[in-house]
């Protein structure tokens, strides 16, 4: 029998088994394995070990990971903006552990644990506008586009521009 998965909050002693399933999902040719990577759009390291021990220690930041059994599938951040509001990023699945429903789990435990736990009404991330099929993905969760672009936090050349989504937490 499968062992269930279960999303946690990480603590740091996970960021060493965290920090490579990061990578992979997002950067790289092991990126490829799977169908939310940046591998075509962007290179290089995309998140340091400093900044996964920052969000860590930030008291308005919770890191989640989800697991089966003692292997790390994936994580997600989730940021108090204030207000009500708290910023969903980082989201990702080991590349070859996709389309199982890995995300919709994370998702979810991202929403409970920001009602709960950051007294949130709602929850915002943005996308890279180009990467429509993930957009999609998240609106059949239940993510609308609000009107809003943001710039790519690095700037690039030609620049990328980010969607903004938006869900209400009931």
Do not use: N
Request: contains cysteine; hydrophobic residues 45%.
């Amino acid at each position: 029998m499968t062992e269930i998965v279960t999303v946690r909050i990480a603590a740091a002693v996970d960021l060493p088994r965290l920090h490579p399933i990061v990578e992979c999902a997002y950067r790289g040719d092991s990126a490829r394995q799977g169908w939310t990577h940046e591998a075509d759009l962007l290179s290089g390291e995309r998140i340091d070990d400093a900044t996964l021990q920052a969000m860590i220690a930030d008291p308005a930041q919770i890191l989640l990971i989800a697991e089966q059994g003692a292997v790390a599938l994936g994580c997600v951040s989730l940021t108090a903006r204030g207000d009500g509001l708290v910023y969903l990023g980082l989201l990702c699945v080991d590349p070859t552990r996709q389309a199982a429903g890995i995300g919709k789990t994370i998702i979810a435990a991202a929403e409970k644990v920001s009602r709960d736990q950051l007294d949130a009404d709602r929850i915002e991330m943005t996308v890279i506008d180009s990467r429509t099929e993930l957009i999609a993905y998240y609106e059949r969760r239940g993510f609308v586009r609000t009107g809003e672009r943001r710039p790519f936090p690095i700037p690039l050349d030609p620049p990328l521009g980010m969607v903004v989504l938006e869900k209400a937490l009931p």
